[in-house]
């Protein structure tokens, strides 16, 4: 919510793609995610600004490997900075900017660590994901959204494992005037 309050362009073009694609007089449902495409976009660029845990957890390498220029002997703890890899410029095109139209290409979607990778990758990634998605979107489809003053949320990151925001996230936030919205309330 903070990085599309401070993208207002962003929330609207995500509320369209709503009105657009929800049948009149319902809620966004689970089974509606797949037709939301710039929504999950917006779900994965913030995922790959501001991953749950920045560090992978830990992997042991099972056999001598070459990754790159570095040799990993056998047993080595291997710890992966996914947030550094998120936010690296040769990865991807301007790093530090939520843009995401970028996730419209299938392959970038590929290049996310958020929640690891292969066998030690979050099993619960597929739920997260869908519950984060259909969240969000209950919020854009049932509320109108605005920033309580005219400056961009502070989006410094707090200490700890997961990288809060610093400041809490203040907001406006009323039911929508929508007459879908309306008629199901």
Not at 169 to 184: D, F, G, N, R, W
Request: net charge negative; glycine share 4%.
């Amino acid at each position: 919510m903070s990085n599309l309050l401070n993208y207002p362009e962003i929330l609207k073009k995500a509320k369209n793609e709503l009105d657009t694609h929800i049948r009149q007089n319902f809620l966004v449902d689970e089974l509606d995610i797949p037709k939301l495409p710039y929504l999950q976009s917006i779900v994965n660029e913030t995922l790959r600004l501001h991953p749950a845990a920045p560090m992978l957890v830990p992997h042991l390498s099972s056999e001598y490997c070459t990754m790159g220029e570095y040799s990993v002997p056998q047993n080595t703890i291997l710890l992966v900075n996914g947030w550094a890899i998120h936010q690296d410029p040769n990865l991807w095109s301007d790093p530090t900017h939520f843009k995401p139209e970028r996730f419209e290409k299938e392959s970038e979607t590929s290049k996310l660590l958020s929640f690891g990778l292969g066998r030690r990758a979050c099993p619960g990634a597929n739920l997260a994901q869908r519950i984060v998605s259909l969240t969000l979107a209950l919020l854009i489809q049932c509320f109108e959204w605005k920033r309580i003053s005219m400056e961009e949320i502070d989006m410094t990151e707090g200490e700890g494992i997961i990288m809060p925001e610093e400041s809490p996230l203040e907001a406006i936030c009323q039911v929508c005037q929508s007459p879908t919205i309306k008629a199901i309330l």
